[in-house]
């Protein structure tokens, strides 16, 4: 992994499905995934669902060829109590994947790591009362464009659970998002009123109408990748053969 003074760099890879899609090209990717995965993705009804999830371990495997120079037939991923994945053989490198509408993207770190991206859409604002906190409540209730904030606000938050690994047992009003500069955040805990510290939130723009934000611990905003590392469908599939 890329070093920026004592820590390493949190790096962020996109790669955004092929407009053409085709059975006998996600059938001919099936055998540098996993069995697991291999089921899931026979099970979709959807091309397209099944071609992110192809690409969400396709990526990650991309990504530790990268760093090991291990080829993906050769990487074995597996899940913590959770669900998180992980490697076993390479326990430094901690990684975590999202996808939505036309993109999969994965974030890389030596320490906790959590990304979420999503396609903003009308988000109801029902359910935003019962998972955000009211102070998040309030600011969308505030915004001219509700949906967006919403979905800045889920992705953000969405990312800080991916990070911790423990899945729904980390209630989402258990903490707010605070914005300290345009596209970076801390958070706060709710029951302390104060910082938790040791995560940074940082955003990234990829494509209109779609938020991805990134959380890292021991990473400050220095320690984040200035943009994310865009690959292709097609040279992601080479990479991996």
Same mark, same amino acid.
């Given at each position: 992994m890329k070093s920026r003074g004592a820590n390493r760099v949190v790096e962020v +890879? =996109?790669? *955004?499905l092929p407009e053409e899609k085709s059975q006998s090209e996600l059938t001919s990717m $099936?055998?540098?995934?996993s069995g697991e995965r291999q089921k899931r993705i026979m099970q979709f009804f959807h091309l397209a669902d099944a071609y992110r999830t192809l690409v969400g371990e396709l990526l990650i495997k991309h990504v530790l060829y990268k760093q090991s120079g291990k080829r993906a037939k050769d990487i074995t991923i597996e899940k913590n109590a959770y669900g998180?994945? +992980?490697f076993p053989d390479y326990p430094s490198i901690q990684f975590n994947i999202s996808?939505? #509408?036309d993109f999969v993207v994965c974030a890389v770190?030596? *320490?906790q790591v959590g990304i979420d991206v999503e396609e903003v859409r009308v988000f109801d604002l029902c359910m935003a009362k019962q998972l955000f906190t009211e102070f998040e409540y309030w600011e969308i209730l505030a915004a001219e464009n509700k949906s967006l904030v919403c979905f800045d606000i889920w992705t953000m938050k969405e990312s800080y659970v991916k990070a911790l690994g423990k899945g729904l047992a980390i209630p989402l009003d258990s903490f707010r998002v605070k914005k300290i500069k345009m596209d970076q955040a801390v958070i =706060? %805990? &709710? %029951?302390?009123?104060e910082e938790?510290? #040791?995560? &940074? $939130?940082k955003q990234f723009t990829i494509a209109k109408d779609y938020k991805l934000a990134v959380c890292a611990h021991g990473a400050s905003e220095y320690n984040f990748c200035k943009y994310p590392d865009q690959i292709s469908f097609h040279h992601l599939c080479n990479d991996v053969m």
């Amino acid at each position: 992994m890329k070093s920026r003074g004592a820590n390493r760099v949190v790096e962020v +890879y =996109i790669c *955004q499905l092929p407009e053409e899609k085709s059975q006998s090209e996600l059938t001919s990717m $099936l055998a540098y995934v996993s069995g697991e995965r291999q089921k899931r993705i026979m099970q979709f009804f959807h091309l397209a669902d099944a071609y992110r999830t192809l690409v969400g371990e396709l990526l990650i495997k991309h990504v530790l060829y990268k760093q090991s120079g291990k080829r993906a037939k050769d990487i074995t991923i597996e899940k913590n109590a959770y669900g998180k994945p +992980y490697f076993p053989d390479y326990p430094s490198i901690q990684f975590n994947i999202s996808h939505s #509408g036309d993109f999969v993207v994965c974030a890389v770190h030596d *320490q906790q790591v959590g990304i979420d991206v999503e396609e903003v859409r009308v988000f109801d604002l029902c359910m935003a009362k019962q998972l955000f906190t009211e102070f998040e409540y309030w600011e969308i209730l505030a915004a001219e464009n509700k949906s967006l904030v919403c979905f800045d606000i889920w992705t953000m938050k969405e990312s800080y659970v991916k990070a911790l690994g423990k899945g729904l047992a980390i209630p989402l009003d258990s903490f707010r998002v605070k914005k300290i500069k345009m596209d970076q955040a801390v958070i =706060i %805990d &709710m %029951d302390r009123n104060e910082e938790i510290k #040791g995560f &940074m $939130l940082k955003q990234f723009t990829i494509a209109k109408d779609y938020k991805l934000a990134v959380c890292a611990h021991g990473a400050s905003e220095y320690n984040f990748c200035k943009y994310p590392d865009q690959i292709s469908f097609h040279h992601l599939c080479n990479d991996v053969m």
